[in-house]
């Protein structure tokens, strides 16, 4: 078990030996920095916890590995944000340079990663929210259900890629910042609902966790301090310091440490076929940052020009963006923020102070929570914080 979850030895036998032993509390939390691994040891731990041989080696052929493998196992469910684009590139990146089961089911399972955001078991009751992106939601699962190792690779797929992708990209658009209170409580109804195989335990994944607002919190804590039988929640957290206190402590910690040179030339050239190896696999992965199209580099725009001193609102930048683009506008530009700090440890932004970074990261949270709380309009909010930003440097 987990032998896919690379570079993370102590973490390895960590977690191998509480299922073993029988001792994996239902809530815990695996923090760390951005590509540790969370994610790969989430899924995989979701696997593990219902697999029907006694070691869950990766290969098991039993029925509840396979559909957990492919990420299409009904008892696991995912909430939060992550770098799917980038994933999803990166995956794609390596099917075009080969042909191997082992690249496409990583394109499956991240692609997988943003669908299943899509649940019915997570929207019901706000279903209006995401019924512009159903027809999108079916063909995205036909396509990668044809994808998967199990099937031969479709011949033309690289030329549907293109509108696959657009696809994709609009559909992440509507996930949530935030993990919204209205999900929390699906989650909570759901789990006290009857598995759909004996002794299947349920599990629930949930990426960024620190980031959930106040509603979103108290709610989580209620299902944590009481959580039904058989069912676990794995918390995933960057900043395992900003989660809520009295949520940290109804919760058993995994630490993930950040993989250094050696590690990060391994995963890559292990994982993606990679000759030459970047230093660092935050490097590596955001040269697939490209997906986000227009909307990635405007946000970096729209914070350049703060930067470089410019005194009114930039109108015109959002003149061709649609009203539901606006919020994912926030997303990029904590994003943008840090690529901008990674520059800046490597001496490529000397100008910015840490203070500042720090300040302005606040000051867009708190403008995306008073949008979503108070319904206000997102170019409002862009513009008061543009202002915003500009008395803080």
């Not at 994933?87 to 499956?108: F, G, H, K, S, T």
């Not at 006290?192 to 629930?204: I, L, N, P």
């Not at 890559?268 to 696999?281: A, G, S, T, V």
């Not at 206000?376 to 914080?385: G, Q």
Request: proline share 5%; hydrophobic share 40%; net charge positive.
């Amino acid at each position: 078990m987990f032998e896919n979850l690379l570079h993370q030895q102590r973490i390895r036998e960590r977690l191998s030996s509480d299922v073993k032993s029988r001792q994996l509390p239902q809530a815990i939390l695996l923090a760390g920095p951005a590509y540790s691994g969370k994610n790969t040891a989430a899924t995989e731990l979701a696997r593990v916890l219902n697999c029907k041989e006694q070691d869950a080696p990766w290969d098991c052929s039993c029925h509840s590995c396979q559909s957990q493998r492919l990420l299409i196992h009904p008892d696991t469910l995912f909430l939060g944000r992550s770098h799917f684009g980038i994933d999803i590139e990166a995956a794609i990146d390596l099917l075009q340079r080969l042909d191997a089961p082992a690249a496409r089911y990583m394109l499956v399972r991240n692609v997988r990663r943003l669908l299943r955001r899509f649940d019915s078991q997570i929207w019901e009751g706000e279903e209006k929210r995401i019924s512009k992106g159903a027809k999108s939601l079916e063909e995205l699962n036909q396509w990668i259900h044809d994808m998967g190792p199990q099937h031969p690779l479709p011949p033309n797929w690289q030329k549907e890629l293109s509108g696959h992708l657009k696809a994709l990209y609009e559909l992440e658009k509507m996930i949530p910042m935030t993990i919204p209170i209205h999900q929390i409580r699906r989650i909570n109804n759901w789990s006290h609902m009857a598995s759909q195989g004996q002794d299947v335990k349920k599990v629930v994944i949930m990426d960024g966790v620190e980031q959930m607002q106040e509603s979103a919190r108290n709610a989580l804590l209620k299902l944590l301090e009481e959580p039904p039988k058989s069912v676990y929640m794995i918390l995933l957290s960057t900043q395992k310091r900003k989660v809520m206190p009295t949520i940290l402590s109804r919760l058993r910690c995994y630490d993930f440490s950040a993989r250094d040179k050696e590690a990060a030339h391994a995963v890559q050239k292990r994982i993606f076929r990679i000759d030459d190896p970047m230093d660092n696999l935050s490097e590596f992965f955001q040269q697939f940052q490209r997906g986000n199209g227009h909307i990635g580099s405007q946000a970096s725009k729209f914070l350049l020009t703060i930067y470089q001193g410019e005194q009114n609102f930039p109108q015109q930048l959002f003149q061709d963006y649609q009203k539901e683009e606006l919020p994912f506008f926030f997303h990029q530009m904590l994003e943008t923020l840090r690529s901008w700090l990674r520059q800046s440890s490597q001496g490529e932004m000397p100008s910015l102070p840490l203070s500042v970074m720090q300040r302005w990261n606040r000051s867009i949270r708190e403008s995306y929570r008073s949008m979503e709380m108070l319904n206000l309009s997102a170019l409002l909010m862009l513009e008061d914080l543009f202002y915003r930003l500009r008395d803080q440097l």
